[in-house]
């Protein structure tokens, strides 16, 4: 069982590798908040990406963020995302 954690995916709705992603997550049970940057508009689209630069300058994706950055996996690396939130 994954141990809990706080999980945001940011995608956008286009990407083979983000909903791959998304996917996984949802098939380990893994209880995560998905933002599609690209369906943001507006301030919002704004501060959501200054907010993912601060974690992945490069603002590529999908970029998971666990429990507020204390953990930031840029792509799609099943080991990693396994390892970060141990299941």
């Known amino acids: 069982m994954a ?8 995608a956008l ?8 992603a998304k996917q996984f ?3 380990n049970g893994v209880p995560f908040t998905v933002v ?9 689209r704004k501060e959501t ?3 993912i ?11 998971i963020i666990i429990d507020e950055g204390t953990c930031v ?5 099943k080991e990693e995302i396994e390892e970060a939130l141990d299941i």
């Open 3 to 10: 141990k809990s954690c706080n999980v945001t995916l940011y």
């Open 13 to 20: 709705s286009t990407c083979i590798h983000c909903k791959k």
């Open 25 to 27: 997550l949802e098939d």
């Open 36 to 44: 599609f940057v690209d369906q943001l508009t507006g301030d919002e």
């Open 49 to 51: 990406i200054a907010r």
């Open 53 to 63: 630069k601060e974690h992945n300058p490069k603002l590529s994706f999908p970029t």
């Open 73 to 77: 996996i840029v792509g799609f690396h």
